[in-house]
């Protein structure tokens, strides 16, 4: 029978500010003895990681792992305080464990995968992992996002890793051609969203409202120029046609040789295979994006150091 309430997990978490189901199992471990329960989560770096939570973690790395069999994939990103820390060892190797955590996970949510057994070490949560490196270096460290891809069918993932991490892509192909004569059109696919950000695969997949909204401010947009409303028609979707070759990844120039749109790429790949290939899905991360930084001025910051100094 537990020796404590709800109402002492609920002051636990008040006081140290360390997740629910943490808090819980430090009352379990210490038999509901309170001040042992904050010494538990102490000794875990919990405590001293929830006074860390109101920071901006803005930096960090993206990190994309893919199964062996090329048909299980998960794309993270793990977000820091400083970029010195996100190129540190212990931070990197943190990310790495996080990643191959997700691939043998079925968790659908960060909440989830953070209360979730390390797959490792079972005597610790990811969370508490997360813990025990924000008291180890120093900073937050953050579970931001992840995205995990596993085949259904016949294909493949591909993945491709920018400027050690701060970009990151999978990409899923779906055909009854080898893995291995995919693998090379996979990974260019990967390069090419990685630098041209498409939205979405292909022009059905662009959502109608966001459609009809490009649509009602192109029209705008000639009317502001002075154009005849008997040509406004055309010249907007002349302009969604550019739209397209912006947002739909299969309607996009392609960067190795742009005179080829990526269709063309895809097809031409076809013909030599004699293999249909369609591109199912597909997802981009970049490192600290909607993020709103903390801009330090060290000068200022200096400055007013030095004015405090006797």
């Not at 979405?200 to 009602?216: H, K, T």
């Given at each position: 029978?537990?020796?404590?309430?709800?109402?002492?997990?609920?002051?636990?978490?008040?006081?140290?500010?360390?997740?629910?189901?943490?808090?819980?199992?430090?009352?379990?471990?210490?038999?509901g003895?309170?001040?042992e329960?904050?010494?538990?989560?102490r000794?875990?770096g919990?405590?001293s990681?929830?006074?860390?939570?109101?920071?901006?973690?803005?930096?960090?790395?993206?990190?994309?792992?893919?199964?062996?069999?090329?048909?299980?994939?998960?794309?993270?990103?793990?977000?820091?305080?400083?970029?010195?820390?996100a190129r540190?060892d212990?931070?990197?190797?943190?990310?790495?464990?996080?990643?191959?955590?997700?691939?043998?996970?079925?968790?659908?949510?960060?909440?989830?995968?953070?209360?979730?057994?390390y797959?490792?070490?079972?005597?610790?949560?990811?969370?508490?992992?997360?813990?025990e490196a924000?008291a180890?270096?120093?900073?937050?460290?953050?579970?931001?996002?992840?995205?995990?891809?596993?085949?259904?069918?016949?294909g493949?993932?591909s993945?491709?890793i920018?400027?050690?991490?701060?970009?990151?892509?999978?990409?899923?192909?779906?055909?009854?051609?080898?893995?291995?004569?995919l693998?090379?059109?996979?990974?260019?696919?990967?390069m090419?969203?990685?630098?041209?950000?498409?939205?979405?695969?292909?022009?059905a997949?662009v959502?109608?409202?966001?459609?009809?909204s490009?649509?009602?401010?192109?029209?705008v947009?000639a009317?502001?120029?002075?154009?005849?409303?008997?040509?406004?028609?055309?010249?907007?979707e002349?302009?969604?046609?550019?739209?397209?070759?912006e947002?739909?990844?299969l309607?996009?120039?392609?960067?190795?040789?742009?005179?080829?749109?990526?269709?063309?790429?895809?097809?031409?790949?076809?013909?030599?295979?004699?293999?249909?290939?369609?591109?199912?899905?597909?997802?981009?991360?970049?490192?600290?994006?909607?993020?709103?930084?903390?801009v330090?001025?060290?000068?200022?910051?200096i400055?007013?150091?030095l004015?405090?100094?006797?």
């Amino acid at each position: 029978m537990a020796n404590f309430t709800n109402q002492d997990v609920m002051k636990l978490r008040e006081q140290t500010g360390v997740g629910m189901m943490d808090c819980k199992k430090a009352l379990v471990e210490t038999d509901g003895n309170f001040e042992e329960a904050i010494k538990y989560l102490r000794e875990k770096g919990m405590a001293s990681a929830a006074k860390k939570a109101s920071r901006v973690a803005a930096e960090g790395l993206v990190k994309c792992v893919v199964s062996s069999d090329k048909r299980t994939a998960v794309a993270v990103e793990i977000n820091c305080e400083t970029d010195f820390v996100a190129r540190s060892d212990q931070f990197i190797a943190l990310v790495d464990n996080i990643a191959n955590h997700l691939l043998h996970s079925d968790a659908s949510s960060v909440e989830a995968v953070l209360e979730e057994p390390y797959y490792a070490d079972a005597s610790k949560t990811v969370n508490v992992l997360i813990a025990e490196a924000t008291a180890a270096i120093g900073e937050k460290i953050s579970l931001r996002r992840f995205t995990k891809f596993q085949l259904a069918q016949n294909g493949v993932i591909s993945s491709y890793i920018h400027m050690g991490g701060k970009i990151g892509v999978l990409a899923e192909l779906v055909s009854d051609a080898e893995q291995a004569d995919l693998q090379e059109l996979a990974f260019n696919l990967c390069m090419q969203i990685a630098a041209s950000k498409p939205q979405v695969v292909n022009i059905a997949d662009v959502d109608a409202s966001q459609l009809e909204s490009e649509r009602e401010i192109l029209t705008v947009q000639a009317r502001n120029e002075g154009k005849p409303e008997a040509v406004i028609g055309k010249m907007v979707e002349g302009r969604i046609h550019k739209y397209y070759k912006e947002v739909c990844l299969l309607e996009q120039e392609y960067v190795r040789e742009p005179s080829l749109s990526v269709k063309q790429v895809i097809a031409d790949v076809e013909k030599q295979l004699g293999k249909s290939i369609v591109v199912t899905r597909f997802v981009r991360y970049e490192m600290g994006e909607g993020i709103e930084k903390r801009v330090d001025n060290f000068a200022d910051e200096i400055a007013e150091q030095l004015k405090n100094i006797k």
